[in-house]
């Protein structure tokens, strides 16, 4: 039996450390190759890790919220028979795992594992380690060897099915990887092997300690614990994942702009009467049309005008950039919380095609199938309670972003229409503003012409590219 550590590996290009969201193993387990081991939440995405070897779960380090980085050991093994063959055995000398995570030699990062989606961008794992060589064969070729090949499980599973053996595949993916092609070919024709291996990526340098947080502009709150029959009525669960990611976002965005809200009413009979009798042609194309893509193009033709809306402040260089594109976020709620997925380049795109991606990005945020590149990139944030939507709210901005709209409930209210006082379809529209960036009269302006054309929407159709 040898003992063998896995290491976190690189799951992001630029992500240094993630945090612990749920375990799905414990010491004493016995597992399987591929099987689920921890799902750890990073700025870009969350990713399933599974397990690169079979055997016997010794330890695991990490609490539920914890955050670990890159290179740090997650899982000690206890390998059996020819897997203990691969292993590297822990430093210390009675062969427990070693105190400080070191291994008794150098030895690379671990890699090759987790439900690291091909589909997610930047998600790109760590170099081939140092077991991969190539030897001389009988006819002249060099035989490609890796005892620890880099491919995700879904490529792992294809070579099994396949019967190959994944050490010998010569991987062409980014930064060593073997692909499903790479599996393909080489089972279609295995003598067909390259005369040297690819040229080993540059490995990442070696992991830096984190950088301590900074301190909060409040103190924490403690709650003590209960005494008596009160201890039986509590309950306490991590503040891990999704919910710990919002609050900290929540709160960078609160301590860090000068929040200020505007508050209007727009009358949206028009509005509503348009999308009725767009409805059934939009359903003949099979799809469902909501108010939001009218608000959506109605803010992008404000941002035009505006377009200190669309901007954001680097605080690191003391700049104001200025976006030429306008990626408009969709706060969606969720099972795990709140989530914005991005409507990209929402000023190109049709009506329809604006609607087709607001049914999609809702569809996978609540799912739980919202793919990185989704939730990245917006410029400003469209916030909506629907049927529970209020009087007016105060939105917090989605930093550092520096305005985000809210809309309300729709609701029968008296109007003066032309002299006359009418039951209009009345929707409050509450606006925050980065007052840092954004000043109070610019602010109006943006949110009476984002109601003028919600107000005329046949007039919108003009602004529109």
Request: charged letters at 25%; proline letters at 7%.
């Amino acid at each position: 039996m040898a003992r063998w550590e896995f290491k976190l590996p690189d799951i992001g290009e630029g992500v240094t450390e993630g945090e612990i969201v749920a375990w799905h193993i414990k010491p004493g387990d016995v597992i399987k190759e591929d099987a689920p081991m921890v799902e750890v939440m990073t700025d870009k995405a969350t990713v399933m890790i599974t397990s690169p070897r079979a055997g016997t779960i010794v330890e695991t380090r990490g609490a539920i919220g914890s955050v670990v980085a890159v290179h740090a050991v997650l899982v000690v093994f206890e390998l059996g028979g020819e897997a203990a063959a691969g292993a590297t055995p822990a430093a210390a000398a009675n062969g427990h795992a070693s105190t400080n995570g070191t291994a008794s030699r150098a030895e690379p990062a671990a890699t090759a594992v987790g439900d690291i989606k091909e589909s997610l961008p930047g998600l790109t794992a760590a170099a081939p380690s140092g077991g991969a060589r190539s030897s001389s064969s009988s006819g002249g070729l060099q035989a490609y060897f890796n005892e620890k090949p880099l491919a995700t499980p879904a490529t792992r599973k294809l070579a099994r099915d396949m019967d190959v053996d994944l050490r010998s595949v010569p991987p062409t993916g980014p930064q060593g990887r073997v692909t499903k092609t790479d599996v393909e070919a080489f089972a279609k024709a295995p003598s067909a092997r390259p005369s040297a291996p690819p040229a080993e990526a540059p490995r990442p340098a070696a992991p830096t300690a984190p950088t301590a947080p900074t301190a909060p502009a409040y103190a924490p709150v403690k709650i003590g614990a209960p005494s008596g029959a009160e201890a039986a009525l509590e309950e306490r669960v991590p503040f891990a994942g999704m919910r710990r990611k919002i609050s900290q976002k929540m709160a960078q965005s609160k301590h860090t702009a000068a929040h200020f809200t505007f508050v209007e009413e727009c009358d949206v009979g028009k509005l509503k009467a348009l999308r009725a009798r767009m409805k059934p042609r939009a359903e003949a194309q099979g799809v469902k049309l909501s108010f939001l893509p009218f608000i959506v193009k109605a803010v992008v033709a404000g941002l035009k005008k505006h377009p200190i809306l669309n901007s954001a402040l680097d605080e690191t260089t003391n700049e104001l950039v200025y976006r030429k594109y306008y990626n408009i976020g969709m706060a969606a709620s969720t099972d795990a919380g709140l989530m914005v997925p991005v409507i990209k380049d929402a000023d190109r795109k049709s009506l329809l095609d604006v609607a087709r991606d607001v049914a999609r990005l809702a569809a996978d945020a609540k799912a739980g199938k919202a793919k990185a590149e989704d939730l990245q990139g917006s410029t400003f944030t469209i916030t909506s309670l629907g049927a529970e939507g209020g009087l007016f709210a105060t939105p917090i901005l989605n930093f550092p972003e520096v305005g985000i709209l809210g809309v309300h409930q729709i609701k029968e209210k008296p109007v003066v229409r032309d002299g006359q006082i009418v039951i209009g379809e009345v929707m409050l529209l509450s606006l925050s503003f980065d007052h840092r960036i954004v000043d109070g009269h610019v602010g109006a302006a943006f949110a009476y012409d984002v109601i003028r054309w919600l107000e005329d929407p046949e007039g919108l159709f003009l602004e529109m590219a």
